[in-house]
């Protein structure tokens, strides 16, 4: 089993930037795809953000192009969200997902991730 913490969610103005950071334990995640996404209040979750299990490849939702950045440290277990430039629109739950299986491909269907951690919030005033 893989447990999934994120961490660094808050309270930001617009323009501002925060860096989440989502910690694995109980397994490696360094074969997995994985994948970030966020849910606002009375919306369906997105996906925001992926990246291979290498990370060779991210893959990025078109509301966060060129402003989100996603990373990862094998070593440490650890993925990152590098957010720049937030918007209000941006306030949401974010959670990570593991989709196990190795060498597995980013997807962009909740459905398909096996592991979740519990969400931080990001909050952006403008």
């Known amino acids: 089993q893989v447990q999934l913490v994120e961490s660094g969610g808050g309270l930001v103005q617009a323009g501002g930037s925060l860096r989440l950071s989502c910690a694995a334990s109980g397994r490696t995640i360094s074969s997995y795809a994985m994948g970030w996404f966020r849910q606002a209040p009375g919306k369906e979750r997105e996906f925001v953000a992926g990246?291979?299990?290498?990370?060779?490849?991210?893959y990025y939702g078109d509301s966060v192009k060129g402003r989100f950045t996603s990373s990862r440290d094998n070593a440490k277990n650890t993925v990152f969200l590098q957010m720049n430039s937030l918007r209000p629109e941006d306030t949401a739950v974010y959670f990570c997902?593991?989709?196990?299986?190795?060498?597995?491909?980013?997807?962009?269907?909740?459905?398909?991730?096996?592991?979740w951690g519990q969400g931080t919030q990001v909050t952006v005033s403008s």
């Open positions: 997902a593991a989709r196990a299986g190795y060498g597995s491909s980013v997807v962009r269907e909740p459905w398909q991730y096996g592991y």
């Open positions: 990246i291979t299990w290498n990370g060779g490849s991210t």
